[in-house]
């Protein structure tokens, strides 16, 4: 559980709140946000008040752009060269798109080529044998190549390119190279060096450098994603050209890789994202459109949120799995056959990338849970000889939400160097890190938080052991970490005026993120599991102690197996519109809760170490030495808890419901999972933990199953098929999760069939009617292995964690 941070009240001027207008709330967040004075606020808030810096001002973009004015007034022919994920697509289709358009516009015979590199067989970049490929293709003539989200970094590449006549132009938006660094961008030269000056693999070689990172630190244009990049270079280009102006038919392309990209949304990125967002919602892109109707967005009301969590993985999953060029083809035709066509195959591989992340997630845990000793590392660093490539760097941030630890996942094919993708946990910069380890590696390359690596197999344990090193020296201790709420509001202050005023702070992303709004001290009222199998919760909610309105609908995503605290709890949320049937409502969407403190308290959670502990794991316990029931809380549940000739009672979570407060509390049994480890410790309100923490479940896929299936078969007979899952849970010492997907397992099975998914913890059972669904059965019972492959791999770190980490002190 993360502690809280309420963000200081900055109480913004009369001058900006009269200039905000509307709700109060909307001048105190852009204060919060640094946004204080009119002149910040009114072009934040009205890209018509804001003025954009010119092309030119981006250094590079001048000479960039006269080279390939020149190039299409002479009919010579282009090669775009891009990258595979969303940016890099993006990029390449505008920089595609605006070329032709120029080239017909002017009237001209300029063949426009790309190349965008697969990413299992040439990875990012250029590569010298991939671009000699390229020139080599029978009818190819290419004079000049310009680079878009790419380059910076490809001496070679640009070497080779000049070696062969070529011009070449390269955009780009990652960290320079290091043979631009201590460069004077306003005095040294950047690009157009010969061979013998610069040296024959370098990128100054080429004939035009455009890169935000030369601007100086501040400068509105330095947050440019690789799109933003070719878009300012279009621009310039269009000017040129005559056609000043018309290029902004192109701004939805710079929507798209602006957001995927997770670019900072600041000064023109901010500008160029509101101005893409308003395009892209009336596109006549053919492609773009197919890709909204696979993916269910409404144009009209499509926001940053339908990019990120809609449009972006699907175009993403191509690039993870197959070859990206589709999607510059998606992003460029004009055929709606073949657009849509190309928008079911990215719908098709984001479910494939769906299932692959399951599975390696699944299989990365029970290396965890089979060789529990890798957590002992301040990084954790898996291998394996059949993950794909495409989905390790996903599997890796799940792996750091489970453990809390920078986490790097490796390909490791038979006779091949070892690749993977990196993650870092808060405060930690991973990428610097990793190059500290640099003598064991082949290559590395990345930033704060995140990198890639490759390295000979036979490197690995020593990579794991020397990373394990480096984290303690790249670890910034300052950097506060816990959930931010940026403001606390009373349920009566909650409504749709609200939340319309809220949305004037959009587009939300990195940099201005969606404000998450807290109450304290609320009751749920009513707690229903949604969704076709019962994986989400809607819960409505008051304030606690009171009977009338409001009642708060609250959608909680995932939620299903979840605990909330007993009792009243404090809620943070985001703010929203729930759309259904035409009718448009206030909705809450859960971020996290806690259990209340009194009103006078703070709202951070205690400090790690605030409840004291007595490390009783790994030893012989006497249980006369313990705290009697009668005196304690205790936990312990699940299917095993005799220890010896000494019998422990049967005491569930639940009981911690009744605790009273002060009271010791006796974890006998080792909790399934984090949300119930901090539940129980927040509920039960311990004055001292003697942590035991034995294995005394089964969690074998069989034996669940068997448990489960025992458990249905008497409440069929006795209760009218009504089950409580929660209860169920703790009589086999489980999650919510697991016991509901081992139900599905059964209906899959034919043995039984889910009448209702009730309130609460309620589920109706009947008899099943014995029709096995093969399909299903096997999606289900892999899901629940996955599940139990969690609980396994959190009670192994449980067993061994620091007191730190379990958020508790010694004694």
């Not at 752009?65 to 022919?77: I, M, N, T």
């Not at 601007?215 to 440019?224: E, I, M, V, W």
């Not at 942590?691 to 034996?703: C, E, F, I, Q, Y």
Request: proline share 7%.
């Amino acid at each position: 559980m993360q502690s809280w941070r309420v963000q200081p009240i900055i109480t913004p001027s009369p001058e900006l709140l009269a200039t905000v207008g509307g709700h109060p709330l909307v001048a105190q967040l852009l204060a919060q946000r640094g946004i204080d004075t009119p002149e910040k606020a009114i072009p934040f808030l009205d890209p018509d008040q804001y003025s954009p810096a010119p092309p030119d001002a981006l250094i590079g973009v001048e000479n960039a752009a006269d080279l390939l004015y020149r190039a299409l007034q002479q009919s010579r022919h282009v090669l775009v060269w891009g990258d595979f994920d969303v940016d890099g697509q993006t990029s390449t289709a505008l920089l595609v798109t605006a070329l032709r358009d120029l080239a017909s516009k002017l009237n001209t015979w300029s063949e426009i080529r790309f190349h965008v590199p697969n990413r299992f067989k040439e990875s990012h970049g250029i590569k010298v044998d991939s671009l000699q490929a390229c020139l080599a293709e029978e009818g190819a003539s290419i004079d000049l190549l310009v680079s878009c989200d790419t380059g910076i970094a490809e001496g070679p590449a640009v070497g080779f390119a000049k070696d062969q006549g070529l011009t070449v132009v390269i955009t780009d938006h990652h960290d320079l190279s290091p043979e631009f660094q201590g460069l004077r961008p306003t005095v040294d030269p950047l690009w157009g060096l010969d061979a013998a000056t610069a040296g024959t693999n370098s990128v100054r070689r080429a004939d035009a450098v455009v890169n935000p990172k030369f601007q100086p630190p501040g400068d509105p244009l330095r947050t440019l994603p690789g799109v933003g990049v070719a878009f300012k270079l279009v621009q310039k280009l269009y000017a040129l050209a005559g056609y000043s102006g018309e290029e902004d038919f192109l701004l939805d392309l710079v929507a798209l890789g602006i957001v995927a990209d997770v670019a900072e949304q600041v000064h023109d990125a901010r500008y160029l994202l509101q101005r893409g967002l308003e395009r892209l919602r009336t596109t006549q892109r053919i492609g773009l459109k197919a890709l909204m109707h696979q993916s269910r967005v409404d144009p009209a009301s499509l926001n940053a949120e339908s990019i990120g969590f809609q449009l972006g993985p699907r175009m993403n999953a191509l690039g993870r799995l197959e070859d990206a060029t589709l999607s510059i083809e998606l992003l460029t035709t004009n055929d709606a056959l073949r657009a849509g066509e190309l928008a079911a195959k990215l719908e098709r591989l984001n479910q494939e990338r769906q299932l692959l992340t399951r599975q390696i997630t699944a299989a990365a845990l029970e290396m965890v849970d089979q060789h529990p000793e890798l957590l002992q590392f301040n990084a954790l660093v898996l291998d394996n000889p059949h993950w794909h490539a495409g989905v390790v760097g996903i599997v890796a941030s799940k792996l750091v939400e489970q453990f809390g630890k920078p986490t790097v996942m490796l390909l490791r094919p038979p006779g091949d160097r070892a690749r993977g993708s990196a993650r870092s946990a808060p405060g930690v910069d991973i990428g610097a890190a990793i190059a500290a380890c640099s003598h064991l590696l082949l290559t590395h390359g990345g930033h704060p938080g995140a990198a890639g690596v490759s390295l000979l197999p036979e490197n690995i344990n020593a990579f794991r052991r020397a990373l394990s090193d480096q984290i303690p020296l790249h670890r910034d201790d300052s950097v506060q970490t816990g959930l931010v709420v940026d403001a606390e509001l009373a349920p009566q202050d909650l409504d749709m005026e609200l939340v319309n005023e809220l949305t004037r702070l959009a587009p939300f992303g990195q940099g201005n993120p969606m404000p998450i709004l807290a109450t304290n001290h609320l009751e749920v009222v009513e707690d229903r599991r949604i969704g076709r199998e019962g994986t989400h919760r809607r819960l409505a909610v008051r304030a606690a102690g009171t009977e009338g309105p409001p009642v708060l609908p609250v959608i909680w995503f995932h939620g299903a197996d979840a605990e909330l605290p007993a009792g009243p709890l404090d809620l943070a949320y985001t703010l929203g519109i729930n759309e259904y049937k035409g009718e448009r409502t206030l909705q809450l969407t859960y971020v996290a809760s806690r259990a209340s403190r009194p009103p006078e308290g703070d709202l951070a959670l205690p400090a790690p170490g605030h409840i004291p502990a007595v490390d009783l794991r790994q030893t012989t316990v006497d249980l006369m030495a313990l705290p009697r029931v009668t005196a304690a809380t205790w936990y312990a549940e699940g299917t095993a808890l005799a220890t010896g000739d000494q019998s422990v009672p049967y005491s569930p979570r639940q009981q911690a419901t009744t605790a009273v407060p002060g009271r010791p509390l006796v974890v006998w049994s080792t909790p399934p999972s984090a949300e119930i480890w901090e539940w129980l410790k927040s509920t039960a309100q311990p004055d001292v933990i003697h942590l035991v923490a034995r294995s005394t479940g089964n969690d074998t896929p069989p034996a669940v199953l068997r448990a489960v299936a025992s458990t249905v078969k008497y409440a069929i007979g006795h209760f009218e098929g009504l089950l409580d899952i929660g209860r169920i849970a703790g009589r086999l010492g489980l999650t919510e999760a697991s016991v509901r997907q081992a139900l599905l397992c059964l209906q899959a099975e034919g043995m039984i069939e889910i009448v209702d998914w009730g309130e609460g913890d309620a589920v109706r059972i009947a008899t099943g009617a014995g029709r096995v669904q093969a399909e299903a059965k096997k999606k289900h019972f892999n899901e629940l292995k996955d599940l139990l492959l969690e609980i396994r791999a959190y009670r192994r770190f449980f067993q061994r964690a620091t007191f730190d980490e379990l958020g508790i002190g010694a004694k």
